[in-house]
């Protein structure tokens, strides 16, 4: 039996290669946020900072929608919120609760992120084709369905 036909080893090697290209994405995307001045960006921000763009979260609602604990949401806003990216306010309808916003320098941050990643979606589109990468993204949020 091929390699290709094993469904273990495609399994595998899906495992594998979705695994190498998460830590080479991380790499990359912190390389550049650092060469534009974001010395402090660590790639665990970037969820973040693509949720808060247009609207605050609570730090559960930020847990859920990034798929950590909310001590790990908890944690990363407290560091962000350090770093000056973030600020709080109280939650009108629960005032329990904080919403968690971008602060200025966060918003202005956010738009060199998502200049960043829009560098990186234009060089996959250069590389594989606008229609070979747009079924990229589909077959993986297919994928993603099936797990959730």
């Not at 290669?17 to 830590?23: A, D, F, G």
């Not at 660590?42 to 808060?52: E, G, M």
């Not at 939650?91 to 602060?103: E, Q, W």
Request: overall charge positive; some cysteine; proline content about 1%.
């Amino acid at each position: 039996m091929s390699r290709a036909q094993n469904p273990n080893l495609v399994f595998h090697n899906l495992i594998v290669l979705v695994s190498k290209l998460r830590r080479k994405l991380d790499a990359q995307i912190e390389a550049e946020l650092h060469y534009r001045g974001y010395e402090q960006f660590k790639s665990s921000y970037l969820p973040i900072f693509l949720l808060l763009h247009n609207q605050g979260q609570t730090t559960v609602q930020i847990a859920e929608a990034c798929g950590v604990t909310k001590q790990a949401s908890s944690k990363l806003v407290l560091e962000m919120h350090a770093l000056g990216w973030l600020k709080t306010q109280i939650n009108k309808a629960d005032r329990r609760s904080s919403i968690i916003l971008l602060s200025a320098k966060g918003k202005r941050m956010s738009l060199d992120v998502r200049k960043c990643l829009s560098k990186l979606t234009d060089n996959y589109k250069s590389l594989m084709g606008k229609t070979k990468y747009e079924q990229l993204v589909e077959l993986l949020d297919i994928m993603w369905v099936l797990h959730e």
